[in-house]
């Protein structure tokens, strides 16, 4: 597995593969290191452009792994390495964590035509939102494209009594009690289909359907265009403060 060794995202993986004796897992990753610590029964390989670095990274990629499972896949480096060098036996697996990736790929530029033919080349693009591959459908062929999405870590499900902040509390306050709320937690940006939000809202509210309610909680990126774009869009079909 490739990926970064820090944060919420990778970890609910290496809970698994620690406790599940039955797969053995070497774990590649750069920068920050807030794992490799508590983890004694995933190998992990630290990596950085050294020559030395890229030699013993290349040295792991090109054993024969059943699985290539590259989360986020953001420095080209590392995508051409894998690309150049694994084994013919492992199956590659491309895991698009979010959409700059994307933003990335369809730009006209050399990293543009990298990106895509790095996606090109991996057995399994694996998307987290049906969003992300209907993007990737465009340019990708579509039998590699599958969308699993993560879910829910199990923490989410433990019962707590930490308090809540004043801003939570006001927003959870002010939700309204007959309607159907429906959130979209996503960065604004052009990949990442809030326009198709927008326009499914109207056709709901055409068919007469009008209790519910969408919130757009806005993620790491905003792209000012998009943003003004949705909003006109949202005036024009009166759908603001229904």
């Excluded at 150049?84 to 036996?89: A, D, E, N, Q």
């Excluded at 990442?192 to 309610?213: D, P, Q």
Aim: hydrophobic share 40%; net charge positive.
């Amino acid at each position: 597995m490739i990926g970064p060794a820090y944060g919420h995202n990778i970890k609910p993986f290496l809970d698994f593969f620690d406790t599940h004796h039955n797969y053995k897992l070497t774990f590649a990753f750069d920068g920050e290191d807030e794992y490799s610590e508590s983890y004694k029964n995933i190998e992990f390989v630290p990596f950085s452009s050294t020559p030395i670095s890229i030699i013993q990274f290349i040295k792991k990629i090109r054993k024969p792994y059943n699985l290539i499972w590259h989360h986020g896949a953001y420095s080209i480096p590392v995508l051409f390495l894998v690309n150049l060098f694994h084994s013919k036996k492992t199956t590659v697996n491309i895991n698009i964590w979010g959409p700059v990736l994307l933003q990335w790929a369809i730009q006209k530029n050399i990293r543009g035509m990298l990106y895509k033919y790095f996606l090109k080349k991996a057995d399994i693009i694996q998307c987290n939102w049906y969003g992300t591959k209907a993007q990737i459908d465009k340019f990708n062929d579509e039998s590699k494209n599958v969308v699993l999405p993560w879910g829910i870590e199990k923490s989410f499900f433990i019962e707590s009594n930490n308090p809540i902040s004043e801003f939570t509390e006001n927003f959870i306050r002010q939700l309204p009690d007959d309607k159907t709320i429906f959130f979209y937690p996503k960065s604004i940006i052009p990949q990442t289909c809030h326009m198709e939000i927008v326009e499914a809202a109207n056709l709901l509210m055409k068919k007469g359907v009008k209790n519910f309610i969408i919130y757009f909680w806005l993620g790491n990126l905003h792209n000012k265009e998009e943003i003004d774009r949705i909003r006109r869009t949202i005036i024009t079909h009166s759908l603001e403060g229904q």
